[in-house]
């Protein structure tokens, strides 16, 4: 049984219970003769609908912990009405060794990692629950691609400046991006918007490129001051971001067609300084993940990183004109990918329209994928890159 999932599946058992609906443990059929002893008149052949009952009993295993608690659209997990309205963040965390551990990752519903320059790859948390966060970091410089992934979500987007063509991006006026630093350089700069959320950390420590930090509060007001809105922008935000599988009914992929054992995943051709790689939990039903061999861990809750859910998305990607920086095609359709849940894998496709489009995941067959309820992480591999699954 999954851990994130373990309060809740007890309170809907206690629910099932209450309301009559649970399931009872299988008896013995009853015999002919039992059933002409045992009933004296009658009873019409049911007419009810297979199919019908089925969903009748996902509905009631649908209900709600708690009062005013709705699906999460970033995990599917019961979370407050209130926290679904508000913007998450979106934070640029490094993967270089001595950048570990960080505060804060762990409780990404969503993980990003991509490569950047000089074979590194970094990653993005998609964090909804961050307003009491007591530490956030350490926090790195931002790419435009990840710029694009965090309007997916509609998020905040937190970082430690960046190169001079991320600057295009953040001076747009949908794009709320807090910043510690000034972006670019030359005559191509844009100000560090929302610099005052932000501070080294031990205090009074000199600076470095580890030691940048931030927290829920200090976001909070400095939002506020910047008179970003804290609730999610009906206009541009779309909440049916993942097609996630019924908590009743979870996805896996036992029956998917070609589906495959994946038990082991190293992402070593991909990522190939960090070799991220993911090891299957069987008795948590969830995978671990590991930087250069060893777990990654979140010091905020000395927990190593998990997911129930993995995606990797072969992208289309190039050198900048500087043969320095890469770019990424963020927008694209049909590309290729793998999906990973419970120990299993799949191929899939996936594809974004627009930058507030939420990117799609599909089957070799063309339908949408059914993720689990938990945490996603998102590989996005340079196209020829694959990763290696045992």
């Known amino acids: 049984m999954k851990k994130r999932s373990l309060f809740l599946m007890f309170t809907l058992s206690a629910l099932l219970v209450i309301g009559g609906c649970g399931k009872t443990e299988d008896t013995e059929p009853l015999g002919p003769s039992d059933l002409a002893e045992s009933i004296e008149t009658p009873v019409s052949p049911s007419t ?14 649908d209900i709600p912990p708690e009062e005013g608690m709705v699906h999460s659209a970033i995990t599917n997990e019961w ?7 508000q913007r ?34 970094r990653q993005m948390g998609i964090i909804e629950d961050w307003k009491d966060l007591e530490l ?12 694009y992934w965090s309007l997916e979500w509609d998020s905040f987007l937190v970082h430690w400046g ?5 600057v295009d991006v953040v001076k747009r006026d949908d794009v709320h991006n807090l910043s510690a630093c000034s972006i670019g350089s030359g005559d191509i700069v844009a100000p560090a918007t929302g610099s005052s959320a932000f501070y080294r950390y031990p ?13 829920g509060p200090k976001l909070a007001a400095t939002i506020e001051s910047l008179k970003y809105p804290m609730e999610h922008r009906e206009d ?12 009743s009914e979870e996805n896996t992929l036992e029956d998917a067609k070609d589906s495959f054992e994946a038990k082991e995943i190293s992402l070593a051709k991909i990522f190939t300084t960090t070799k991220t790689s993911f090891s299957y939990d069987e008795e948590a039903g969830v995978y671990k993940k590991y930087l250069y061999g060893s777990p990654q861990i979140d010091k905020l809750t000395g927990e190593q990183l998990t997911f129930e859910n993995i995606i990797i998305q072969d992208t289309y990607w190039e050198y900048r004109p500087d043969h320095k920086y890469l770019v990424f095609q963020v927008h694209d359709t049909g590309r290729s990918g793998y999906y990973f849940t419970n120990g299993r894998g799949i191929k899939i496709t996936w594809s974004k329209e627009s930058d507030y489009a ?3 995941y599909y089957d070799m067959d063309g339908n949408e994928i059914k993720i689990n309820t938990g945490h996603t992480y998102i590989g996005v591999a340079q196209a020829g890159r694959e990763p290696i699954i045992k």
Do not use: W
């Open 48 to 61: 009810e609908d297979p199919e019908e009952s089925k969903t009748d009993t996902n509905e009631v295993t």
């Open 88 to 121: 998450p963040i979106a934070v640029m965390f490094p993967t270089d060794r001595n950048s570990q551990p960080q505060y804060g990752i762990g409780l990404a519903g969503v993980l990003y990692e991509c490569m950047e320059e000089g074979e590194m790859s």
């Open 358 to 360: 939420p990117t799609k």
């Open 236 to 247: 541009l935000y779309q909440p049916d971001h993942f097609s996630f599988a019924p908590m």
């Open 136 to 147: 956030i970091g350490n926090i790195r410089s931002c790419r435009d691609y990840y710029a």
């Open 203 to 215: 205090k009074g420590s000199e600076p470095t490129i580890h030691n940048g930090f931030t927290d």
């Open 162 to 166: 960046g190169p001079f063509y991320l």
């Open 79 to 85: 979370i407050d009405e209130e926290l679904a309205n």
